[in-house]
C-alpha cells in the first residue's frame, strides 16, 4: 500500500486522556480537544517531513476510514497534521 500525493496513511491512538494534575478526564471531555495523536503507516508520494513511524497529532474531523487487506487505517492530507514527534 502506497498513498499518493499529499496522503498520509495512519493508525489513530486512543489513549487515556489526563490532566496536569493527574486527574483522568471524562469521554465527553475528551472530545473537547480538537487534536487526536496516530501513529504514521505509510506517507504519500509528495509528502515531506513526515516518514513511517513519526506520531503525530492531526485535526479529529480530518480524514476518512479505509480497509485495505482487512486493516483498517485512517487517511488524512499532510495538512491536516500539527505536530510530528
Known amino acids: 500500500m502506497k498513498p499518493i500525493g499529499k496522503y498520509i496513511a495512519i493508525t489513530p491512538i486512543d489513549e487515556e486522556m489526563k490532566s496536569k494534575s493527574g486527574l483522568i478526564l471524562s ?5 473537547d480537544f480538537r ?22 497529532y492531526f485535526d479529529k474531523h480530518a480524514g476518512h476510514s479505509l480497509l ?14 500539527v505536530i510530528v514527534e
Open 27 to 31: 469521554g465527553q471531555d475528551a472530545k
Open 35 to 56: 487534536y487526536k495523536k496516530g501513529i504514521v503507516k505509510e506517507v504519500g508520494t509528495e509528502v515531506s517531513g513526515i516518514k513511517s513511524l513519526d506520531t503525530i
Open 68 to 81: 485495505v487487506k482487512s486493516t483498517p487505517y485512517t487517511i488524512i492530507r499532510e495538512s491536516d497534521v
